[in-house]
């Protein structure tokens, strides 16, 4: 579902375009954007522990509306994430368990920049700009690298009908998953700040290479489900016996190199 409704935002994206070539000053290119990482946890049972690298590429347009003003958009898939920690509930064959989860998200967007760029008269063979504005992505994608430290087994206590959580029993050793799926752990639309500035180097006529950093700030909450309570120490909070949960909320930011050319 999440791709056919990025398809759909491609082929609107498209049209647009293309409407605009045809009816107004327009100008088309290509970027690439490397950039560095991370989400910003909203809860301080969640704890943000690195950055990432990740890439963005797609297709950029101007619309100018007048001599030193343009319309942004165009069509970028945008891949951001970082490495949070937390605790979580972990249900095996083997039994439940409490386990300290250090995951290395990597979300992909299609994402449609909706942008004021301001653009100063041509210097030499330099011309300098700046925007700024939102942009509006669809989840098509979610992965993560995760290492899972087992802490707790739910065992039988004293009565047959009592369920406890100890660490005092011989728990498995760590797990790892690498580019484990988590699409169902991820939302499906987010929203962003996106605030760049940069140069445009003429080649021949309106051919340009363009470079700049862009800022994309997330608004929007980036992850769904649920972790434990913990103490400052880190261990689980219990609740009536039973572990008690948080909303797990995050938002995505990152900050990239903007290379790419403009006809």
Not at 54 to 73: C, K, Q, V
């Amino acid at each position: 579902m999440k791709k056919i409704v990025g398809l759909l935002i491609a082929v609107l994206c498209g049209t647009t375009l293309i409407n605009a070539q045809d009816n107004g000053d327009f100008r088309f290119g290509f970027k690439f954007e490397p950039n560095v990482s991370w989400l910003n946890p909203k809860d301080k049972n969640l704890e943000s522990t690195g950055s990432s690298l990740r890439f963005s590429y797609g297709l950029n347009a101007d619309i100018m509306f007048a001599e030193n003003y343009a319309f942004g958009t165009g069509l970028t898939v945008t891949s951001n994430g970082g490495e949070v920690t937390y605790l979580s509930e972990y249900n095996s064959d083997s039994g439940n368990y409490i386990v300290e989860k250090i995951r290395d998200y990597n979300n992909k967007y299609v994402e449609i920049p909706l942008t004021l760029k301001l653009r100063t008269n041509e210097i030499g063979y330099m011309t300098y700009w700046f925007q700024f504005g939102l942009g509006l992505g669809v989840n098509i994608d979610a992965r993560a690298n995760e290492e899972i430290e087992f802490k707790y087994q739910q065992i039988q206590g004293s009565t047959p009908d009592e369920l406890i959580w100890s660490k005092e029993v011989s728990l498995p050793a760590k797990v790892t998953n690498d580019k484990e799926p988590i699409g169902n752990d991820v939302r499906t639309f987010r929203t962003a700040l996106i605030i760049g500035a940069g140069v445009e180097y003429s080649l021949s006529g309106s051919t340009a290479i363009i470079g700049g950093i862009t800022f994309n700030n997330g608004f929007s909450n980036v992850l769904k489900k649920d972790g434990i309570r913990k103490t400052d120490t880190g261990e689980p909070i219990f609740e009536d016996g039973e572990p008690k949960s948080f909303d797990l909320k995050a938002i995505s930011n990152h900050l990239g190199l903007t290379i790419g050319i403009l006809f």
